[in-house]
């Protein structure tokens, strides 16, 4: 249901739970972007996927694993989206 956002895996998850919220949480921020859009809930959404790109890509830092290019831009997109919201 739109509005229910999805608690995220803690840091030092598994690679496969921390992707999967990934998901889930982009799921959520698209189904949010349809219909009548709810501005304040997007914001908060987009927030939490956010987070759940950063705890992400933490796990790869902390494991030695590869960036992959498209979280890495994923990323930069979604700290653009939240630092311009701050100044609205």
Known sequence: MPGDLTPLPPP????????VAVRTVR????SLRTGKVDPALLVSARGVLLDALE???AELVRRRLPMPPTLRDDLRL???IRAGSRFR
Not at 27 to 30: H, I, K, Q, S, Y
């Open 78 to 80: 979604q700290r653009g």
């Open 12 to 19: 030092g998850s598994r690679l496969e739970d921390l992707m």
């Open 55 to 57: 705890v992400y890509a």
């Open 27 to 30: 799921d959520d921020v698209e």
